[in-house]
C-alpha cells in the first residue's frame, strides 16, 4: 500500500504540470486579457470580451498618430505606445509565452503565487481570506449530504418497491431537477426576509461584532449564518448519491452471497452491514473526492453570490472575469492539486472499506 501511495504521489507531478500547460495555452488564448483590461480602465470604459489581437479601435472620436494605430491591442488608439509598453512590461507580456509559463512553474515550486493584477495583495493572502467560506460550504455540506444520502439510500434499497420508496423518490426528483440557487432564492423568501420571516441573515459567516462575543454566542451565530446556504446545497445535492447507494445496494442483495448469508440464519441487520454494506460502499467512497471537489468549489459559487458569501468559488469566478492571471493560475493550481491528493485519499478509503483490495499489485 505505502509503494502504491509513493507511485501516486510521484504521478501528480507530470499530471499536475500537464494540466497547468493546457489551462496556460486555453487563457493565454482568451480574447480581453489584463493589458486590454488596464487600457479600458485608462479610458474609462469596459473592457470589450473580444479584445484581442486587432488592429481595429472601437474609440473612433479620438484621432491621435497612426503609430498608436499599429498597436496588437483594440482600444489602444489614442495612448502612447511607450505607455502600452509599460503597461505590458508592468503584467509581463513584454516576454513571450513560454518564457511567461516556466517562471510561473519555477514560482509555483517555490510556493509563490504572485501578486493579484487588480487587487494588490498576493494571491496567497487572497485565498487564505477567502478558505474558510469555501472550507464551511464543503465541509459542512458534503458531511450532511453523506449522512442523510446513505442511509436514506440503504433504506430505500431494503424497501424497494414500498409507499416510502415511491413518495421519496419523488422528493429525491424534485431535488434532482431543481438547481441548488433557486432552493437558495425560495430559502430567502420564505425565511429571510423576504415574503414572510426574517429569521437569518442574508450575508456573510458571522456578525459584525463577531471577535466580542463569547465562544457559545460565536458557534451559534456561525450556525445562524451558515444555515440558509447549506440547505440550499444539501437540498440540491443529495439526490444522485441517494440513488447511488440504493442501486448499489440492490445490486449487491441480489447476489448469492446473500442469500447464502440469510440461509445460514444471519439476521437482515447481520447480513446488510456485515456482509452487502462494505461491498455496496466501495462505488460511493469511489464518488467522495471529486464531490468534494465540486461542492467546494464549481457547487458553491452560485450559492457564494446569492447568499454574499466571498469564498474561493466567487474568487475564481471575478478573477476569470478580470483576467487576473496570478489568481486564476492560482487557484486552478489548487484545486487541481487537491483533487488529486482528494483521488488518493479516496483509494486509501476503498483499502479501509475492503481490505481484499490491494494496490501494490496494481501498475500504476
Same mark, same amino acid.
Given at each position: 500500500?505505502?509503494?502504491?501511495?509513493?507511485?501516486?504521489?510521484? $504521478?501528480?507531478?507530470?499530471? $499536475?504540470?500537464?494540466?497547468?500547460?493546457?489551462? @496556460?495555452?486555453?487563457?493565454?488564448?482568451?480574447?480581453?486579457?489584463?493589458?486590454?483590461?488596464?487600457?479600458?480602465?485608462?479610458?474609462?470604459?469596459?473592457? *470589450?470580451?473580444?479584445?484581442?489581437?486587432?488592429?481595429?479601435?472601437?474609440?473612433?472620436?479620438?484621432?491621435?498618430?497612426?503609430?498608436?494605430?499599429?498597436?496588437?491591442?483594440?482600444?489602444?488608439?489614442?495612448?502612447?505606445? *511607450?505607455?502600452?509598453?509599460?503597461?505590458?512590461?508592468?503584467?509581463?507580456?513584454?516576454?513571450?509565452?513560454?518564457?511567461?509559463?516556466?517562471?510561473?512553474?519555477?514560482?509555483?515550486?517555490?510556493?509563490?503565487?504572485?501578486?493579484?493584477?487588480?487587487?494588490?495583495?498576493?494571491?496567497?493572502?487572497?485565498?487564505?481570506?477567502?478558505?474558510?467560506?469555501?472550507?464551511?460550504?464543503?465541509?459542512?455540506?458534503?458531511?450532511?449530504?453523506?449522512?442523510?444520502?446513505?442511509?436514506?439510500?440503504?433504506?430505500?434499497?431494503?424497501?424497494?418497491?414500498?409507499?416510502?420508496?415511491?413518495?421519496?423518490?419523488?422528493?429525491?426528483?424534485?431535488?434532482?431537477?431543481?438547481?441548488?440557487?433557486?432552493?437558495?432564492?425560495?430559502?430567502?423568501?420564505?425565511?429571510?426576509?423576504?415574503?414572510?420571516?426574517?429569521?437569518?441573515?442574508?450575508?456573510?459567516?458571522?456578525?459584525?461584532?463577531?471577535?466580542?462575543?463569547?465562544?457559545?454566542?460565536?458557534?451559534? *451565530?456561525?450556525?445562524?449564518?451558515?444555515?440558509?446556504?447549506?440547505?440550499?446545497?444539501?437540498?440540491?445535492? @443529495?439526490?444522485?448519491?441517494?440513488?447511488?447507494?440504493?442501486?448499489? @445496494?440492490?445490486?449487491?442483495?441480489?447476489?448469492?452471497?446473500?442469500?447464502?448469508?440469510?440461509?445460514?440464519?444471519?439476521?437482515?441487520?447481520?447480513? $446488510?452491514?456485515?456482509?452487502?454494506?462494505?461491498?455496496?460502499?466501495?462505488?460511493?467512497?469511489?464518488?467522495?473526492?471529486?464531490?468534494?471537489?465540486?461542492?467546494?468549489?464549481?457547487?458553491?459559487?452560485?450559492?457564494?453570490?446569492?447568499?454574499?458569501?466571498?469564498?474561493?468559488?466567487?474568487?475564481?469566478?471575478?478573477?476569470?472575469?478580470?483576467?487576473?492571471?496570478?489568481?486564476?493560475?492560482?487557484?486552478?493550481?489548487?484545486?487541481?492539486?487537491?483533487?488529486?491528493?482528494?483521488?488518493?485519499?479516496?483509494?486509501?478509503?476503498?483499502?479501509?472499506?475492503?481490505?481484499?483490495?490491494?494496490?501494490?499489485?496494481?501498475?500504476?
Amino acid at each position: 500500500m505505502l509503494a502504491y501511495i509513493v507511485r501516486r504521489l510521484v $504521478l501528480i507531478v507530470p499530471t $499536475l504540470l500537464g494540466i497547468m500547460i493546457i489551462n @496556460f495555452v486555453i487563457i493565454q488564448s482568451a480574447p480581453g486579457g489584463p493589458v486590454e483590461q488596464m487600457i479600458a480602465q485608462l479610458k474609462g470604459r469596459a473592457v *470589450d470580451a473580444t479584445a484581442r489581437i486587432s488592429g481595429e479601435s472601437t474609440d473612433t472620436g479620438q484621432s491621435n498618430n497612426s503609430s498608436s494605430t499599429s498597436s496588437v491591442y483594440r482600444g489602444a488608439r489614442g495612448l502612447d505606445p *511607450d505607455l502600452i509598453k509599460d503597461i505590458e512590461k508592468q503584467y509581463g507580456f513584454d516576454q513571450p509565452a513560454h518564457v511567461r509559463f516556466v517562471k510561473m512553474i519555477k514560482d509555483y515550486v517555490r510556493f509563490d503565487f504572485g501578486d493579484s493584477f487588480f487587487r494588490d495583495r498576493s494571491v496567497v493572502e487572497l485565498v487564505k481570506d477567502k478558505m474558510p467560506v469555501s472550507i464551511s460550504l464543503g465541509l459542512w455540506t458534503t458531511l450532511l449530504v453523506y449522512l442523510i444520502s446513505i442511509p436514506l439510500g440503504i433504506k430505500k434499497a431494503v424497501r424497494d418497491g414500498s409507499t416510502f420508496d415511491v413518495w421519496t423518490s419523488a422528493l429525491i426528483i424534485i431535488g434532482y431537477a431543481i438547481p441548488g440557487f433557486l432552493f437558495a432564492i425560495m430559502l430567502i423568501v420564505l425565511f429571510a426576509g423576504g415574503s414572510f420571516v426574517d429569521w437569518f441573515p442574508l450575508r456573510g459567516i458571522t456578525s459584525d461584532n463577531f471577535s466580542s462575543m463569547s465562544w457559545g454566542a460565536k458557534i451559534l *451565530d456561525y450556525f445562524w449564518h451558515m444555515a440558509l446556504p447549506i440547505t440550499a446545497m444539501v437540498i440540491g445535492g @443529495f439526490a444522485s448519491l441517494t440513488m447511488l447507494t440504493k442501486n448499489s @445496494f440492490l445490486d449487491e442483495i441480489n447476489k448469492q452471497y446473500v442469500l447464502t448469508a440469510k440461509a445460514k440464519g444471519l439476521s437482515e441487520n447481520q447480513v $446488510l452491514y456485515g456482509h452487502v454494506f462494505r461491498n455496496a460502499m466501495l462505488i460511493v467512497v469511489a464518488g467522495f473526492p471529486s464531490a468534494f471537489v465540486g461542492i467546494l468549489f464549481t457547487g458553491s459559487l452560485l450559492i457564494e453570490v446569492i447568499f454574499s458569501l466571498d469564498g474561493l468559488g466567487l474568487l475564481g469566478f471575478e478573477a476569470a472575469i478580470n483576467r487576473d492571471y496570478p489568481v486564476m493560475f492560482g487557484t486552478l493550481f489548487f484545486f487541481t492539486l487537491l483533487g488529486l491528493i482528494m483521488n488518493i485519499l479516496g483509494d486509501v478509503m476503498y483499502m479501509v472499506i475492503d481490505p481484499r483490495i490491494d494496490f501494490d499489485k496494481r501498475d500504476f
